[in-house]
């Protein structure tokens, strides 16, 4: 059943890497997936490095953003997903009161982290440095309305996912770029035949061509 807790991502630790926040000129947050630790997500920054950045990992409580999968419905995964885009609000207000302006943050996940970073742009409805979404789309079963308000103004977004993922349906891959492309985001999607639930080297190198443009 999912957590009775109302604020379960709220008051968790933020793991950092790169540049000290109070020093850096750009900041990309980073979301860890299912179980995972944001520590040990944060070790990712290595294959994502730019001198400018401070890292940030924001750790979900419990180590899941949410209880089912993303596909379920909407409520049954309540408050996680509230919860876990909060955080992700929260801490893009920090990173800008820190002089880091919004065209500057780049976010980036990967499975149920990608899905709940891609689910926070939706929602923000205002563009960001850039998205990255490693096996993931945008949050709800089938049919789920995509009546987002706002305006990405050219934000560029990378999706890159399997064609046979077994957690991640291609529909939804699909779905979540064209509900981007509408917002009005500039979206790179790659499609890997046969490729299993992971980031390959390809996703990295299109991943850190974002950040280099984003950041130029």
């Known amino acids: 059943m999912p957590t009775t807790t109302?604020?379960?991502?709220?008051?968790?630790?933020?793991?950092?890497?790169?540049?000290?926040?109070?020093?850096?000129?750009?900041?990309?947050?980073?979301?860890?997936?299912?179980?995972?630790?944001?520590d040990a997500f944060?070790?990712?920054?290595?294959?994502?490095?730019?001198p400018d950045l401070a890292y940030l990992a924001p750790q979900a409580g419990g180590y899941t953003?949410?209880?089912?999968?993303?596909?379920?419905?909407?409520?049954?995964?309540?408050?996680?997903?509230?919860?876990?885009?909060?955080?992700?609000t929260d801490l893009v207000a920090?990173?800008?009161?820190?002089?880091?302006?919004?065209?500057?943050i780049i976010i980036a996940g990967f499975s149920q982290g990608a899905c709940l970073a891609a689910e926070f742009v939706a929602r923000h409805g205002r563009p960001l440095g850039g998205l990255i979404a490693f096996s993931g789309g945008l949050i709800g079963p089938d049919?789920?309305?995509?009546?987002?308000?706002?305006?990405?103004?050219?934000?560029?977004?990378?999706?890159g996912c399997s064609d046979v993922d077994n957690h991640v349906p291609l529909t939804r891959v699909n779905e979540?770029?064209?509900?981007?492309?509408?917002?009005?985001?500039?979206?790179?999607?790659?499609?890997?035949?046969?490729?299993?639930?992971?980031?390959?080297?390809?996703?990295l190198q299109l991943a850190n061509q974002l950040i280099n443009n984003s950041l130029a």
């Not at 604020?7 to 980073?30: F, K, S, V, W």
């Not at 944060?42 to 730019?50: D, R």
């Not at 049919?143 to 999706?159: C, E, K, Q, V």
């Not at 499609?191 to 390959?200: D, L, R, V």
């Open 6 to 38: 109302t604020a379960p991502h709220q008051d968790q630790p933020i793991y950092q890497a790169g540049r000290p926040l109070a020093d850096a000129t750009a900041a990309m947050i980073m979301v860890h997936q299912r179980g995972g630790r944001a």
């Open 42 to 50: 944060l070790n990712l920054a290595q294959q994502l490095y730019h």
């Open 65 to 88: 953003w949410y209880p089912y999968s993303f596909l379920a419905p909407i409520p049954n995964n309540e408050p996680g997903i509230s919860s876990g885009i909060q955080a992700l």
């Open 94 to 104: 920090d990173i800008e009161a820190n002089g880091i302006p919004a065209d500057k």
């Open 143 to 159: 049919n789920t309305p995509r009546d987002y308000d706002g305006n990405l103004s050219g934000m560029p977004i990378f999706l």
């Open 176 to 203: 979540t770029d064209e509900t981007f492309t509408r917002m009005g985001a500039s979206v790179t999607k790659r499609i890997y035949p046969g490729m299993a639930h992971t980031i390959n080297d390809d996703e």
